[in-house]
């Protein structure tokens, strides 16, 4: 307390003595003589229920995350630089990265209070199948090179916390082994190869394992710069020689029985128009996204060549130095599609404001990347999970403080563009 207050406080207590009816009854130098004797009040020492850490400490167990943020710096620590490096890379100088980070803030939060939200319901509907959230975990490649647990690590936590996983055809482990720690067939991401027939394999063995949405990713094929990864793996991308054991001479799950060995295409090479869902369709009965649209041109060209549903992604920043937020492109793809299909947005999505900012532009779920291979090489599936409560927490809270008791009711008049004030 301030010198000032703490006369000002006096005086107070002075005035309130004088007046009182015991000063008049027994008068005052019996009081000060009783005030002087009483004992001071027992005071409670005030243990924090939780240690408080300073921001930059690293959490040693996965309960302790505050937000996903907080498995960045043990995922770092754990990760081999250039793991880290793969990971964490984006094209040139990164900078589309911060630009999807910040595109977020771009818009606020129009917060109804007094609304009952007893029965908040998070709940949404893809196809006929009911998720709890609308928190999708995307297609991450390799994340063996992450943890020793890897895609079985997140399926399991994808079970556990009821999410949609969707796994990368680029996967470290079998989509059947997959599947099977999941308990229920995954979405599958393809990358297509330059040969019809390779692409033809993946795509029906993905089938017959059960899986019944194929994303085809479409945002890698012109190619991407990514500085980050080539410094990170040093001077010209030479390897450590132990690194020889898992990089080369072995096949990804996925390509086992292909003619190219080792890594899937991430479909440099061949020649890719829109005509190719056509192709896609003649091979499977799975229901098919494309992922990686960013306009609205190529929103009404996914509902003209009949996709049953588009992803909004810049691939996390690592597609394209675009500087272009994916935040930004939702909202003309989401017009353009009109609610005739379901819209699925990622790139930079981090707290459960993101996620309700990007229902609010038109998205019917929304993807988390880089969280969960942060919190998968820090506690495996334990951190993974840890990372799902934590989005949905704040996704929960979110909706409660702006009145929308259910995903439907969070619309464009949940949130403030500040760009335009509307
Ligand atoms: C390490 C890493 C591997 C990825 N592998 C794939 C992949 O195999 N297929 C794919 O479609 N997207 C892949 N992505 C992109 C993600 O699916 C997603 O679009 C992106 O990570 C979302 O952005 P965020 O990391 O900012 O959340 C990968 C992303 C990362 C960080």
Known sequence: MAPSDISAARRNFLRLLA????????????????????????????????????????????????????????????????????????????????????????????????????????????????????????????????????????????????????????????????NAARGEPVWFQLYARPDFAGTTQIVKRAEAAGCPVLVWTVDLIGGSNRETLRRGEGPLGVRAPFCKECHEGRVVPMAQGLPIGGNIERGGGGVFTWDYIKRLRDITKMKLFV?????????????????????????????????RPTIDSLPEVAAAIGGRMPVIVDSGVRHGTDIFKALALGATAVGVGRPQVWSLAAFGQEGVEAMLDILRRELQMTMRQTGATSIDKITRASIIDRMRLG
């Not at 992922?291 to 609205?296: D, E, L, V």
Request: aromatic share 6%; net charge neutral.
């Open 291 to 323: 992922k990686g649209i960013q306009t609205g041109e190529d929103g009404e060209l996914a509902i003209r060549n009949g996709l049953d549903g588009v992803w909004v992604s810049n691939h996390g920043g690592r597609a394209g130095e675009s500087l």
């Open 19 to 178: 007046a009182s009816p015991l000063v008049s009854a027994i008068g005052l130098p019996a009081v000060l003589e009783a005030l002087q004797q009483a004992k001071p009040l027992a005071r409670k020492k005030v243990t924090p229920p939780v240690a408080v850490t300073p921001k930059d400490a690293l959490i040693t167990a996965a309960s302790e995350a505050v937000d996903v943020m907080d498995f960045e710096a043990v995922a770092r620590k754990n990760l081999l630089p250039a793991h880290w490096a793969y990971m964490a890379t984006g094209v040139d100088e990164d900078a589309t990265i911060k630009a999807n980070h910040e595109g977020f803030s771009r818009y606020q939060l129009r917060m109804r209070p007094l609304v009952d939200f007893s029965k908040l319901d998070m709940s949404i509907q893809l196809f006929g199948r009911k998720w709890d959230t609308p928190i999708v975990l995307c297609p991450v490649a390799a994340q063996k090179g992450f943890h020793t647990e890897g895609e079985k690590g997140t399926a399991k936590a994808a079970r556990a916390k009821g999410h949609l996983m969707c796994l990368s055809n680029q996967t470290s482990t079998s989509v059947e082994d997959v």
